[in-house]
């Protein structure tokens, strides 16, 4: 017996005394982008013809300099050890893992800032989709080790998440990509940063976006700032557009680079990249989720949504995002739970209009059967000829009201610019650097004299549009209509109806398409049951090829 424990006890002598070898530091490093830009040039999609890749301001050594230490004692092969354990999995998985004692909220943080690393300072797979990360995540990461019995399978609760970098957080500068936001350390979180928190989130980082939620410069490509530089589809690296303004968050869910990432929509910016990164995107109705916090274009159709890998993990992330915002005029009290008992998977009794132009789409067409035979019923629709006459002139006069208010209440106070005609002023001082794409929308801002009266008018006659549209879903008792990526998001955004895109195949080319569910007011919650429903007869996500 003596001899036994002496054994024992040598053995655990050993391994404690054990130090893990300690990790070549691995740096980012600039690359001649000139051939790769000359060959893009190419491309038949003419906003797809790059003039940079890399951004030119940005120093992503700085950016990880935090996590030197740590990341110097974690391997290649501990990142192979937990691969299984996270690559793909849904929360209640990870939440499942980390209850058993395979893994821990610090070694799943550990995990995704090394798989950042790991692609991100790789010429040939990186994406730039990722602007700041949050230099305390780990030490907070051990907290939540210390906590675990806080969480539960369906929680948020140490789940690193990643933001859009129009959302302020208090850890980092919040900069809608654009140069004159390069410093913009705010005081406070946005409302649903501080809701995150509160229900136990790690706030990994932020990630890049269309520069100003990608109403700046006209034509210019998806997926590019003046901070982040070009952002890459993981499915086909500047082949694919990675869809907009949120394309940073899609990416980066796509690439598995973070648990779950939140997106900005005014119309299509979270449909549009999830749809093109095969990820679930939910785009609530307006007053669902406070806007308090985040740059914004349009106080009439502003909002954040989740994008995740799942319709599962979407549900868990609405809740933790919700609550009602007292400074948010547009802000409801609400009491849906999105995931209380689980999702529903049934389709029987479900009624969903298809629309009849989009049945020449073979995908399209496909899925649409699938749900048919899976006990929905189907109504085909022919809806009547919309009109976007006006919708210029809504973002135009919101913004140039709408941004000044944010840069005045909720931006750091040494940001100087405090209106679109500065932010034009700004960028023609150094345009190249600035504005490489030019600024034509922030200028025809500067030049549209509409009234606050006339205004109302045009948003008055574009909600109405919208809902003559979509009027199928009341006249014919419909729970969604299908639609195909962000086809008809912009219609549902001026008449202030939710979207749900869940992923549906991909196209010959390898691109990637999701059909998109429209609904009613409100509906976040059936919606996310017939997408989970969808998402359980399908199953078609994929890891993109070279980011496994």
Partial sequence: ??????????????????????????????????????????????????????????????????????????????????????????????????????????????????????????????????????????????KRDENKNKATD?????????????????????????????????????????????????????VNLSEWAYFFCSGCPLGYSAIGGQTLNPYGRAEFETGGSSAGSGVAVAANFAVAAVGTETAGSITSPSSQNSVVGLKPTIGVLSRTGIVPISSTLDTPGPMTKSVVDNAIFMNAMRGFDKNDTASKQLKEDYFKNGLDIKLEGKRLGVLKPLLGDSIYAQNVDKLKKAGATIVEITPPKFSYKGFITLLNIDMKHDLPKYLSDQADKSIYIKDIESVVKFNKKDSLLRAPYGQQLFEGIVNDDTTLEELEIVKGNLKAEGEKFLQALKKDNLDAILSINNYHSGIAAVAKYPTLTVPMGYKKSGEPVSLTFVGLPFSERKLLEIGYAFEKITKVRQLPENYN
């Fill in 154 to 206: 369906f929680s948020l609760y140490g789940m690193p998440i990643l933001l859009k970098d129009n959302i302020n957080t208090k850890e980092m500068p919040t900069t809608a990509g654009a140069l004159a936001l390069q410093r913009n350390y705010t005081k406070n979180d946005a409302f649903i940063v501080e809701k995150l928190k509160e229900n136990g989130a790690l706030i990994l980082g932020k």
């Fill in 1 to 142: 017996m003596r001899n036994l424990l002496f054994t024992a006890f040598s053995i655990l002598m050993f391994f404690s005394c054990q130090k893990k070898e300690k990790q070549p530091d691995i740096l980012f490093k600039k690359y001649d982008e000139t051939a790769a830009l000359k060959q893009q040039q190419n491309h038949p999609k003419k906003r797809m013809q790059f003039k940079l890749f890399q951004s030119k301001v940005l120093d992503m050594n700085a950016v990880f300099k935090p996590f030197h230490e740590d990341l110097a004692y974690f391997s290649e092969e501990d990142y192979q050890s937990l691969k299984p354990l996270i690559l793909e999995q849904n929360i209640p998985s990870l939440q499942k893992n980390i209850k058993e004692g395979k893994l821990t909220y610090e070694k799943l943080t550990l995990f995704y800032l090394y798989r950042i690393r790991k692609f991100e300072s790789d010429s040939t797979k990186s994406l730039n989709s990722i602007i700041a990360l949050n230099s305390d995540v780990i030490k907070e990461a051990r």
